[in-house]
Nanobody
């Protein structure tokens, strides 16, 4: 399974971005998808996760209410809509796939990782 994240960029505080994660290879299997981020000098942080059907989701405490995760299985794509961005959201955002239909907030449960896309928010 390969994952390709895109959609990052540079925005001012208060702006919005939509990230995409395209999943390829063995896409007939059920995968839950998670978004994580890694800021300079910090450990990788959980951002959001969604189960296979898209019916259940969970968000990190720092992004809840501002970010929204969704998926289009017909397009093998998961999205992360990020609104009201803050400078502290600056990080490399990575998407990951977990075998099985249920989501997880824990990076250790994920089997496949993409390369990530840079998000920079200026004040």
């Amino acid at each position: 399974v390969q994952l390709q994240a895109s959609g990052g960029g540079s925005v001012q505080a208060g702006g919005s971005l939509r990230l995409s994660c395209v999943i390829s290879g063995h896409t007939t299997r059920s995968y839950a998808i998670g978004w994580f981020r890694r800021a300079p000098g910090k450990e990788r942080e959980f951002v959001a996760t969604i189960n296979w059907s898209g019916a259940t989701k969970s968000y990190g405490d720092s992004v809840g209410g501002r970010f929204a995760i969704s998926r289009d299985n017909a397009k093998n794509t998961v999205y992360l809509q990020m609104n009201s961005l803050k400078p502290e959201d600056t990080a490399v955002y990575l998407c990951a796939a977990k075998t099985g239909s249920t989501y997880s907030r824990y990076e250790g449960h994920y089997n496949y990782w993409g390369q990530g896309t840079q998000v920079t928010v200026s004040s």
